[in-house]
């Protein structure tokens, strides 16, 4: 199936797995060492703290899926439906998570949950964002289904039938953009530790910023 996408949402795609990128390093480099960005890791590690009956990463582990969930609540309630379109929320979504980072960076300072649980319900709101107008053809919090898409296109390509290169392409970039952010997320902890979510933050803040902007030019343009 061909993907027929704005070029805006691409460039969108490929700056927020940039921005998850960085947000799940800090969580995995911070003092919970935890990913953040998506839960299949977080949910293995519930399964063994309940059997271990570890009642303190039990709580932590649960506070995260469910901020998780929460995000991605939030995000149903703003931009409501799955139609891509100028006038949906998305620039409100954007700065809600980028005020999530922010939030999260003095809680994270103080070795408090509520920093990976702030930063978890960004990485939620931000996934199901992307996820719902693109038809799961885009999720930029993990790369699973971006690396699935991938070896699909290579058994497509050694049977020689048609490859759809949007899609792998799209795959690829978000890949790419998800291990750039996972870089600049580790150089910047090393140097700056928990302020590196000032990156994620601003990069956030000014997509939402950028879309504002480029809504407000193509209602006066299609006026």
């Known amino acids: 199936m061909g993907i027929r996408l704005p070029t805006w949402v691409w460039i969108g795609a490929i700056a927020l797995s940039c921005v998850a990128g960085m947000v799940n390093v800090v969580g995995f480099l911070g003092f919970e060492h935890q ?3 998506h839960l299949t890791g977080s949910t293995s590690q519930l399964g063994m703290a309940l059997i271990q009956g570890d009642l303190r990463s039990i709580g932590h582990l649960w506070g995260l899926l469910i901020a998780f969930s929460l995000g991605a609540m939030l995000s149903g309630l703003i931009i409501q439906d799955g139609v891509l379109q100028l006038g949906r929320r998305y620039g409100i979504a954007l700065a809600l998570e980028s005020a999530l980072l922010l939030l999260a960076i003095p809680l994270f300072k103080q070795q408090q949950i509520w920093g990976a649980m702030l930063a978890a319900m960004a990485c939620g709101l931000q996934n199901a964002m992307a996820t719902t107008f693109s038809g799961a053809v885009v999720r930029t919090t993990h790369l699973s289904g971006m690396f699935t ?3 699909i296109g290579l058994g497509h390509l050694l049977r020689g039938l048609p490859l759809p290169m949007r899609r792998l392409t799209l795959s690829g970039l978000i890949i790419g953009g998800f291990l750039a952010g996972s870089m600049l997320g580790a150089w910047l902890f090393m140097h700056w530790q928990y302020d590196a979510l ?15 902007i480029y809504r407000q030019w193509a209602l006066l343009r299609a006026r």
């Open 35 to 37: 990913a953040v960005s």
């Open 149 to 151: 898409d991938l070896g």
């Open 198 to 212: 000032l990156a994620p933050a601003l990069l956030t803040g000014l997509t939402g910023l950028g879309y504002v």
